[in-house]
């Protein structure tokens, strides 16, 4: 972290009526260096601290740059992208979607729709108003059905849907962030981002816990779906 103050450790006892797996879990969150951090810093969760991460090296997120956040809830991911998009006097756009509705979030259009519906695009279109997206994020998942190979086709599922919505409205040199599980992405899906984009890679930022199976797949340089490129006209 680039914080380095140093944590004390909270042990958690296990209330009557608690299960000892929501003990653990309560722990886990006391004792979380990034869970303390984005209190500090009023992030609404952890989770920004592995964007920041990942933009500090990929530099995905440019001032004046228009950033759709897939999956937005609770809204970490869109507070550090209007952060970053807003830091010059090229004015940005960051619209956060989400199932559940999210507190405001300044610098940030909110639409609680699913992206998958076509209600959605068109509300996302009357946004855009003819501009094209520099960025699309997706920190989606499922809900955990405690069965990883029902999960893992469950999220790649989400991934190769925020992956279409990616190729209809990104710029030439366009990039795409999506969360998938260990293993990474499926070579099917893989073959398809290496043709549309100049770059595909793997990342696990420090942020994510060390035990999750959580991993993220990052396109640069979008293409074309076709991969050969954009006309001048």
Known sequence: MRDGSRILGVRVRTAKGR???????????LNDPYVQAAKREGYRSRAAYKLIEIDDKYLLLKPGSVVIDLGAAPGGWSQVAAQRVFAGDKPGLVAGLDLLEIDAIPDVTLLQADFLDAEALTLLDGLLDGRKVDVVLSDMAAPASGHRQTDHIRIMGLCEAALDFACETL???????????????????LDRMKQSFATVRHVKP????????????????????????FSDG
């Open 19 to 29: 299960k000892i797996s929501s003990t653990r879990w309560l722990q886990r969150q």
């Open 206 to 229: 420090e942020a994510s816990r060390a035990d999750s199976a959580e991993l993220y797949v990052l396109a640069q340089g979008f293409r074309g779906e076709d991969g050969k490129g």
């Open 171 to 189: 710029i030439p040199g366009g990039a795409f962030l999506a969360k998938v599980l260990q293993g990474g992405a499926e070579r099917a899906l």
